[in-house]
């Protein structure tokens, strides 16, 4: 499948034009519009302007309220609990984040978790914020259920992803994954590009491995069986009951902590639910944070100076990948899958937003007519 | 190979003498004990009685100073650092896991990281030890390195596994599970069962798959290269850097916030230096706790409800097995591997104690004549 490659100021000012048209401020539709492009900076394409459309459905479907209020029903100096009213999780989520961070300056440590929330995009975005400030960050959500617990058949987890951020040099430790073998996005991306999708990932609605990606996100939506593996994969000999076990820390530290709605009951009978748990650490409640900088500086440069493996010619600390992605698509450009640049289009139509005085004729990009 | 059937109070009060004998007070052999019994009530023999005979050697190679007394080096209302001191890893744990409930319950939440330890034994017993008390419960250790980082060949982080325990009922929510596919002990099992590796477990020495279960262990030891993989195997595309990423996340809690020898120089030049990191958390600071444990408990038991993938009865949630595998083996006795019933008669036999009065005549036990 063709992609088309965007300067990443275009798809900006493209993006925050279409958040303010979904009936979001100026200054949400920034803040909003930030969490995406990061993650088509860092090279998550699932996670960018590709789930545009979902918000947009989200929005029209009344899951996602755009004018709502995050409020904190609960809080002590190193924790609170916040309601989102139903708004778009990128908004509720850099609010908790930033109290996170506010109370963790004062305490040394903080908690805040989230309910009545919505998707949020790239958990490591939040616990990102953390590091930008000198603090250890942690981030994680659940969302629709898709993750098969070891032994079922249902899925009963979202893909429930943790990110943890640490500052450090020349780049922060930044590791933010799923707790399923993939990402829907990624399944999202594979139908996209019409793939089969590889052993040890999906299960079909038995609880059998399969490698339909269609029949997958089908499942997922209509909710009869089937769904995806957690990391780990199918059996406890490769340790599937470990990826499951992560799956339920996300849990805990997002819906149980915030009573809200768990995975299994998100996304169901209009009601978006999903909850998401930030923390942030300050350092200097260990010792001298310029110390521990440098000790884990040391210790990621060992790591990528480590002898590799015959064919090998890199080992990669996490976080490291991304800060290299943001310059290199800074300077080439974003790549957008023509299916989605198609989605844009029919939403910016919807929306009434000039799509061609943002990124020309569309209709003259190879691939593109073929999906109407 | 074959098992023999003890009762898990003679195990007690062996292991209790053979702790005095090595140097240990009998308060302190007691929680010594306490640990490792526990790992075989929960049926992980790898971390139980088969452990004794390396504690023996640790103490002999002066790795763990018996007479060792923990030290606060650094502390905050929410946090501590405390320096073992090359002391028993168990001791120094329980320690700090104490001090971990005790600034939680005043504070709200806290963390406590602990450097120039040992080997403590299984990561679920701290974080349980704050479940006992309602609180939430965090624990994780590094070791000596035996994981490969993703396109590595040489091992450079440990087994470090990561514990979280949550109050719920019937049972306690207990996942407890290293950050590489399995434990050395689970090799040293494999190889004192003779059997060979199951795909996707071990790096050879130039960074190739292999079954090898001998010749992993050896360079484990030799650090020569080679070594076990992380949770999600070999590649990115199974998750093998998800699994890379929690053994960091475990690496930041023990390690880098207490100052102290990452896993890749642990256990080298005459040098223990084994850290680990402890948090607990009062679910008051999110609420009503009965709530939030009623909320978490029906999750649990939805899980366990769950439709079952085809040919398979039951889906587990975690420290079900263990809590139902303590009152089975209470009930049946403690498996103990003949190997390991040799180790224990030698360390015996070395320290003065008298085997025979513990477990009768072992030389009548089936396969024990081989070994000698």
Not at 10 to 15: M, N
Not at 50 to 72: N, V, W
Not at 240 to 256: L, P, Q, R, T
Not at 303 to 326: F, M, N
Request: hydrophobic fraction near 35%.
């Amino acid at each position: 499948m063709a992609h088309i490659r965007y300067d990443y100021r275009t798809l900006t000012a493209f993006c925050e034009e279409a958040f303010t048209k979904l009936g979001f401020t100026k200054e949400d539709s920034k803040v909003i519009t930030d969490v995406l492009i990061t993650s088509d900076l860092f090279g998550i394409e699932s996670h960018g302007m590709q789930r545009l459309t979902r918000y947009d459905m989200g929005i029209q479907k009344g899951l996602i309220h755009p004018g709502a209020k995050s409020e904190i029903v609960f809080q002590t100096p190193v924790s609170a609990v916040i309601d989102a009213h139903d708004g778009m999780g990128q908004l509720a989520a850099v609010n908790a984040m930033n109290i996170a961070i506010e109370k963790a300056k004062k305490s040394g440590m903080a908690m805040v978790t989230v309910r009545n929330s919505n998707h949020y995009g790239i958990a490591g975005y939040y616990a990102k914020m953390a590091a930008d400030q000198g603090l250890i960050g942690f981030s994680c959500t659940n969302s629709e259920a898709i993750m098969v617990p070891t032994f079922g058949r249902k899925a009963m987890l979202g893909s429930n992803p943790m990110a943890f951020a640490v500052p450090a040099d020349p780049y922060p430790f930044l590791f933010d994954a799923s707790t399923t073998v993939v990402t829907r996005g990624k399944l999202e991306m594979y139908n996209k590009a019409e793939k089969e999708l590889p052993d040890h990932w999906a299960l079909d609605c038995k609880g059998h491995p399969t490698h339909d990606t269609g029949s997958v996100l089908k499942s997922i939506v209509s909710k009869e069986g089937g769904g995806i593996l957690p990391l780990g994969g199918y059996s406890e000999k490769s340790g599937g009951h470990k990826g499951y076990g992560y799956a339920m820390v996300c849990e805990i530290f997002s819906s149980i902590l915030s009573m809200g709605l768990t995975s299994c009951h998100t996304n169901t009978d209009g009601v978006g639910g999903t909850c998401h748990g930030f923390m942030a650490i300050d350092p200097a409640v260990f010792g001298n944070p310029g110390e521990i900088r440098k000790h884990f500086s040391t210790f990621l440069q060992e790591l990528r100076d480590a002898p590799k493996a015959q064919g090998q010619t890199r080992i990669y600390t996490h976080g490291e990948k991304e800060a290299q992605s943001v310059e290199r698509i800074k300077a080439e450009g974003v790549p957008v899958d023509v299916k989605t640049v198609y989605e844009m289009k029919q939403m910016a139509d919807h929306a009434g937003i000039d799509f061609s005085a943002y990124f020309g004729e569309v209709s003259e990009v190879e691939g593109y007519h073929t999906l109407y």
